[in-house]
């Protein structure tokens, strides 16, 4: 959630805000009217009960009919102090859900606009011209058919459709993946964990995934917890209701865990191979910094992101995500596309987003500099989720025959393994 004071001391950045995400900016002045009765309704609770008090200690000295009419205006105060109660309660819950209603404020540098109109800020590498090689590309599910390391028709028979069993050379190059992902982040000072999949409400609403991406969120109604769309949950939670000293700022962990989306309103998309799933696994980086430490973060973060993309060889281009395309908690937001051959285009593989002190201010999460306690900022990045790589992989270092030529980075956790071959060949 954003600072109310904030909120009220410049109203009109909130509206702006509010407006460029293309959401409702009326419900910047319902929160400030909420704000305002919440903060009236405390005063008058206040001084009704100082007068309560007061009339207390006058009682015992009275008799007759003065204690009499004491008497009678101490009930009235009574009432009055229970239903000035009740308003503060009434205007303070409400405050509370509205301010959770609102998306975090949009750094002013954000391109303003819908998915489509982002600002390319980098491209990396060089996209291979197929047909000067002399052979049509072939998709990363034909390709991972031929090196028996992807098998759908299975993973529909066992869960559904967007489900799939990665198998042989599949299996062991997400094993390698992951590893590489996390050597990269354990030598840049990250503290890998291996992050809990299920997680408490409180866990998900306090890191935003529980507005505008409730719906691709899975919840087990009988024991009232979420599985994660990513570990940036439990990593953002893991502080959670805690002061951590300024010195021990920054902490970065690397969090690896299976992630779960519904992927609901994607119907029709990305429905061949393992691009768009409902599980799959991932590195995430996530950083707590001082806030006005942030801005740096999030550059280190991409080019973390760029690191991993880079000892992987492929193509690749990073964007500055457009206001209207942010999520909730997010004020900003880099993606690194990397390129798909045989789709023509670029496509997202790794997403880093500062949420400034968006996500702390909900989970509780406070800096002690000294005799200040303030909330801090978290950021998050993608290093690796691994479906998505492995398509980029795939298609990306194909050779005529079928076979995929591994990466340099990857080869110590394949084996020394150079080629993966078609395994009918």
């Given at each position: ?17 509010q ?38 200690k ?75 090689e ?21 993973g ?17 190059l ?7 992902a ?121 080019e ?31 993606d690194?596309?990397?390129?798909i ?10 997403s880093?987003?500062?949420?400034t ?5 909900r ?13 801090l ?5 993608t ?39 078609p395994?009918?060949?």
């Amino acid at each position: 959630m954003i600072d109310l004071r904030l909120l009220r001391e410049d109203p009109d950045r909130a509206r702006a805000s509010q407006r460029a995400r293309g959401e409702d900016v009326a419900l910047v002045d319902s929160l400030l009217s909420a704000d305002e009765r919440r903060r009236s309704s405390g005063v008058r609770f206040d001084e009704l009960r100082a007068e309560q008090k007061a009339l207390g200690k006058l009682i015992p000295k009275a008799a007759g009919d003065e204690k009499a009419e004491l008497l009678k205006k101490a009930s009235q105060l009574a009432a009055d102090v229970k239903a000035a109660d009740a308003e503060r309660d009434a205007a303070d819950a409400e405050t509370q859900e509205l301010l959770l209603r609102l998306g975090n404020l949009v750094h002013p540098d954000v391109p303003v606009g819908g998915e489509e109109d982002f600002v390319t800020l980098e491209t990396h590498g060089t996209i291979r011209d197929f047909g000067a090689e002399g052979f049509t590309p072939k998709d990363h599910l034909e390709l991972g058919q031929l090196l028996g390391a992807i098998d759908v028709e299975r993973g529909a028979k066992v869960s559904g459709s967007r489900f799939y069993f990665l198998t042989g050379v599949g299996a062991l190059l997400e094993l390698a993946l992951v590893n590489a992902a996390m050597a990269q982040a354990t030598a840049a000072g990250f503290t890998p964990m291996l992050t809990p999949a299920l997680v408490r409400p409180q866990s998900m609403a306090g890191t935003g995934f529980l507005g505008q991406a409730a719906q691709d969120v899975y919840h087990l109604d009988k024991d009232d917890l979420y599985l994660v769309g990513t570990s940036e949950v439990a990593l953002a939670a893991y502080h959670m209701d805690e002061i951590i000293d300024a010195e021990r700022l920054p902490l970065r962990y690397a969090g690896f865990s299976p992630c779960f989306r519904r992927e609901a309103g994607s119907h029709g998309k990305d429905t061949r191979g393992i691009f768009r799933v409902h599980q799959f696994d991932k590195v995430e980086m996530f950083s707590y910094v001082a806030p006005e430490e942030s801005q740096e973060e999030h550059r280190r973060l991409l080019e973390w992101e760029k690191q991993w993309l880079t000892s992987l060889e492929l193509p690749f281009r990073v964007i500055d995500v457009a206001s209207g395309d942010l999520g909730s908690s997010a004020s900003r937001k880099f993606d690194c596309e990397a390129w798909i051959p045989t789709q023509g285009k670029y496509r997202e593989l790794t997403s880093t987003s500062d949420c400034t002190e968006f996500q702390s201010r909900r989970l509780s999460i406070r800096m002690r500099d000294g005799k200040q306690v303030k909330p801090l900022a978290t950021l998050n990045g993608t290093l690796c989720a691994v479906p998505r790589t492995i398509v980029a992989i795939l298609e990306n270092h194909q050779l005529a025959d079928g076979s995929v030529r591994v990466p340099e980075v990857l080869r110590p956790y394949l084996g020394g393994r150079e080629i993966l071959e078609p395994s009918a060949k």
